[in-house]
């Protein structure tokens, strides 16, 4: 089993839909991240999580949000999805201590259509 | 502002060769870079990485040079293999913190 499972691999959605995308680790890492990935413009931060308690804006949180609901679970919603918000979606862990971002882990994306 | 700049997106090197990947930062208060490998359908892998204090990492055929005063930090690859055909994103770290600023990425290809 992966690492970090990112679920669903795929979704196509319509304009203003709910939409929730899911992510699990298996690392035991306490930090958890979610990323876009654009065409020209790479990862950007939407959102981390440093413990349970703990949730960050990153650069481009508007028109999303997060819940963790477990050390090993950190879901991202779309409340009313738009067609700019198609993109790739990355969910990463890290643990500190372990210096750096070596200690990220990525899962292996959600892509995202809004139509 | 993008403060982590990677000016190429595609190149193309024959095997054999050798594969250079640039990138530039705008923060002087990055203290660590890393470059990561990512193939189609899959996520980002870690490859490399530098601390500010260095400049020069090797890593088998893997080597990444750091020149902070030209804020250039750039991945060598050497001799290039048709696997190593990805894109190629480079990162950095803010002294303190933990997350990481992404480039846009460059689409390396490695022809027979």
């Known amino acids: 089993d992966a690492d970090v499972t990112q679920t669903p691999r795929n979704r196509i959605t319509k304009t203003g839909k709910r939409i929730m995308l899911e992510c699990s680790q298996t690392?035991?890492?306490?930090?958890m991240y979610w990323y876009r990935q654009d065409p020209g413009l790479g990862l950007r931060l939407i959102y981390y999580s440093f413990d349970v308690k703990d949730i960050n804006k990153g650069e481009i949180s508007d028109g999303y949000s997060v819940s963790r609901q477990a050390q090993a679970k950190f879901s991202l919603s779309l409340e009313s999805a738009i067609p700019n918000q198609t993109a790739l979606y990355f969910c990463?862990?890290?643990?500190?201590?372990?210096?750096?971002?070596?200690?990220?882990?990525f899962g292996s994306g959600t892509r995202l259509t809004v139509v | 502002d993008q403060q982590v700049k990677q000016n190429s997106p595609s190149l193309s090197v024959q095997e054999g060769r050798i594969s250079i990947l640039n990138c530039d930062y705008t923060?002087?208060?990055?203290?660590?870079f890393l470059w990561y490998k990512k193939y189609p359908a899959e996520g980002p892998t870690f490859l490399i990485s530098?601390?500010?204090?260095?400049d020069k990492n090797e890593d088998g055929r893997f080597t990444v040079f750091l020149n902070k005063s030209a804020k250039h930090l750039s991945l060598h690859i050497v001799p290039s293999q048709p696997g190593d055909s990805a894109v190629y994103f480079c990162a950095a770290k803010f002294q303190g913190a933990q997350k990481l600023v992404f480039g846009q990425g460059t689409r390396l290809t490695i022809n027979p």
């Open positions: 990463a862990t890290s643990s500190p201590g372990q210096g750096g971002g070596y200690g990220y882990t």
């Open positions: 530098i601390s500010s204090i260095k």
């Open positions: 923060n002087s208060m990055f203290d660590y």
């Open positions: 690392k035991g890492h306490d930090r």
